[in-house]
């Protein structure tokens, strides 16, 4: 086991870099949040597998990496290398590359009066008023180490705001790309998606790297939804082969107020997704879905906690898994279930396909309930292809290799079936295809 050095020198010269730029020109209730969070990472340090929240994945690649600030290159990126990580449909677009938003790489519609989708460098400037009750209130950079580190760098990133009762048929696409250059880059974006009372959006966050090298994506992304309103979020990962990422998000509901989220992740090296839910209003709902599909020595980590602090609230997760080659999956996934939280309604569901005899998963689903008029459950599963459903399609006159690719394609696309832009849905099917044996066959069938 590698030992996790504590050298965060680094980060400490980038957060002092910051402090004399944009920190200077930047709003004052700000100031105090960076040297809050900068506090907290120098004090927590980097997570080591001692810790029981970090014991299935070791960022000892990360902390003993020495990383280049990503906005500081100038990257030549064009909408042409952007195609496949696009789709049709949206309302608005917008690109941040390397860590800085690129305007002619974005595009926006005729958004309606009050909805903004803006740069988070330009929103601080401009209408930080609109920031100020949400940005850095709801992700814990108390107790996560690398929401601190992001919150103490925030530079640039998405914001996304919709105004009481305004309703977005069409999606907006936040794309976050790392281009490739010769020295391994660091970029901390930060997503804001904020939905007014009785407002809806749905909102697709996605995360490509263009060319090879190794690289460090630290994304934090708060959602917040006001009373009766509906936030769909969808988070693709579409990292290169040696990249790491780790995404911290937290869900906050408020009374009656929906969330649908759903993270895919497909790509890097190590990934960890860390997801925290508060229902925070009667009647709230959250539902958490997720899909990754991996190969080689990838390792990806899906980390959850949900609470339950308003009474009549439901919530549901459902993570699915496909690994192949010497890859490794991790869920982990906890229900809190405060006293007052009565008529809780909570189902928690992991499952895991493992193609080959060297990938591993380990699933970890808890409860922890302090109210006595609940319904909470949770169930994992791990398994490989069913034989007896192979041997039914042979019989029906496919090959053995078109069989296996058809049932895992079935077993990973009733996840992507929850995702509710049509558009991003049929991109992504068609990926998961292409990464089968027969994949080609499918798509022409499907």
């Excluded at 959250?286 to 339950?308: F, K, M, P, R, S």
Aim: proline share 4%.
């Amino acid at each position: 086991m590698i030992d996790v050095t504590q050298d965060q020198s680094q980060y400490l010269t980038h957060f002092e870099r910051i402090e004399k730029t944009v920190g200077r020109n930047g709003p004052a209730w700000l100031v105090p949040i960076r040297k809050a969070a900068i506090s907290r990472f120098v004090e927590m340090g980097f997570p080591t597998v001692k810790d029981e929240e970090w014991r299935y994945t070791n960022v000892a690649p990360i902390a003993n990496t020495a990383f280049e600030p990503a906005r500081d290159t100038k990257p030549d990126v064009s909408r042409k290398a952007l195609a496949p990580f696009l789709f049709d449909g949206c309302c608005a677009t917008l690109v941040v590359v390397n860590g800085r938003f690129c305007a002619e790489l974005s595009s926006a519609g005729n958004l309606p009066k009050g909805v903004r989708v803006a740069s988070i460098e330009a929103a601080l400037k401009t209408d930080d008023v609109a920031l100020e009750p949400y940005l850095a209130r709801h992700a814990d950079y108390h107790h996560q180490p690398f929401a601190a580190l992001n919150t103490a760098l925030i530079e640039d990133g998405a914001f996304v705001f919709v105004p009481r009762g305004i309703v977005l048929e069409e999606p907006i696409h936040v794309l976050y790309v790392t281009a490739g250059s010769d020295q391994r880059l660091v970029a901390h974006p930060r997503t804001l998606i904020v939905a007014e009372e009785s407002s809806q959006v749905t909102v697709v966050e996605s995360y490509a790297g263009l060319g090879d090298g190794a690289y460090f994506t630290n994304a934090v992304t708060e959602l917040v939804s006001g009373e009766n309103a509906t936030l769909d979020h969808v988070k693709v990962e579409r990292e290169n082969a040696e990249a790491f990422h780790i995404g911290t998000f937290h869900v906050h509901t408020d009374r009656n107020s929906t969330i649908h989220s759903h993270v895919v992740s497909l790509g890097g090296a190590l990934v960890r997704n860390e997801i925290n839910a508060l229902l925070d209003g009667e009647g709230g709902h959250c539902a958490l879905n997720g899909l990754y599909q991996i190969g080689g020595t990838q390792h990806v980590d899906n980390h959850l906690h949900v609470e339950h602090a308003k009474p009549r609230c439901d919530s549901r997760e459902f993570f699915k898994g496909v690994l192949d080659g010497s890859a490794r999956g991790i869920f982990s996934g906890r229900i809190y279930v405060e006293k007052d939280a009565q008529k809780t309604d909570a189902k928690q569901t992991n499952m895991s396909l493992l193609l080959s005899e060297e990938a591993q998963v380990e699933s970890k689903p808890q409860l922890e309930i302090f109210a006595d008029d609940v319904k909470c459950t949770h169930g994992a599963t791990i398994g490989q292809i069913d034989e007896d459903a192979v041997f039914y399609l042979r019989a029906r006159g496919l090959s053995e290799t078109a069989a296996r690719s058809l049932l895992v394609f079935t077993f990973a696309n009733e996840s992507l079936e929850r995702i509710a832009v049509p558009a991003l849905r049929r991109q992504l099917e068609q990926l998961i295809l292409r990464r089968l044996p027969q994949g080609q066959l499918l798509q022409e069938w499907t």
